[in-house]
């Protein structure tokens, strides 16, 4: 098999999709993987204002059928490079539209698909992930509950779900992200930094508290092969 094409999704906004796409691209770029981040927020392109300077990225609208042509397209190009794709909130409309044409894709792409699909502990979380299932039957998919939102037993909702049954079943994982303290993702956000950089130029104890954070995001991520 290529290298994966990781999509980091969600389908509503405030999940945290970006903070785990740069964790994804953090981890990936630090064990010396070759990859290319592909930008689909266009509302919101925070990821790509932080990596799009460090990574070989670029942008597409996966609302359109164009965007998905392209993606596909890359993916063909660059098939030892992991893609990353950093989904739009409202992706489940692009999926049921023109998702096939990825899905349709694969088997000659030679490329597992792997979904990181971010959770609050709200019922639209579960109930978008169950449609997303339904639309994108060909890949893998690994839940993240993003712990900004609380420990892991309060996802008690999902825990209990058909949903986390079926997930499961498919070979995916129940995963946890563990929070970050707000004074360093403000400074990520505010200054448009990657991790990396992060690490080097931020006070001593925002470092400390950022490394914390990368090691329990590597553990998660080592746990599904990635």
Not at 17 to 23: D, L, P, V
Not at 54 to 61: A, R, W, Y
Not at 73 to 89: G, Y
Request: hydrophobic share 40%; charged share 25%; aromatic share 8%.
């Amino acid at each position: 098999m290529n290298a994966p094409i990781i999509f980091v999704s969600g389908s509503k906004g405030g999940v945290g999709k970006s903070i785990t796409s740069m964790a994804v691209l953090d981890y990936l770029a630090t064990n010396h993987k070759f990859l290319k981040f592909v930008e689909a927020d266009t509302t919101n392109p925070d990821v790509w204002k932080s990596y799009g300077k460090v990574i070989e990225s670029e942008g597409v609208d996966l609302d359109d059928v164009e965007g998905w042509i392209h993606l596909v397209n890359v993916c063909d190009t660059h098939p030892f490079k992991a893609i990353v794709v950093n989904t739009p909130a409202r992706n489940n409309n692009g999926v049921r539209d023109h998702g096939a044409i990825l899905l349709n894709a694969l088997a000659e792409l030679g490329r597992p698909l792997i979904t990181l699909w971010i959770i609050n502990r709200q019922r639209d979380s579960v109930d978008l992930l169950k449609e997303y299932m339904e639309l994108m039957p060909g890949g893998v998919i690994h839940v993240v509950r993003n712990g900004y939102f609380g420990e892991e037993r309060k996802f008690e909702l999902f825990e209990k779900s058909p949903v986390r049954d079926a997930v499961l079943q498919q070979s995916g994982k129940s995963l946890f992200l563990p929070d970050l303290a707000d004074r360093v993702t403000d400074e990520l956000y505010s200054k448009r930094i990657t991790l990396g950089e992060a690490a080097q130029q931020l006070k001593l104890g925002d470092r400390t508290e950022l490394q914390r954070w990368r090691s329990a995001v590597g553990e998660m991520l080592m746990s599904i092969g990635l």
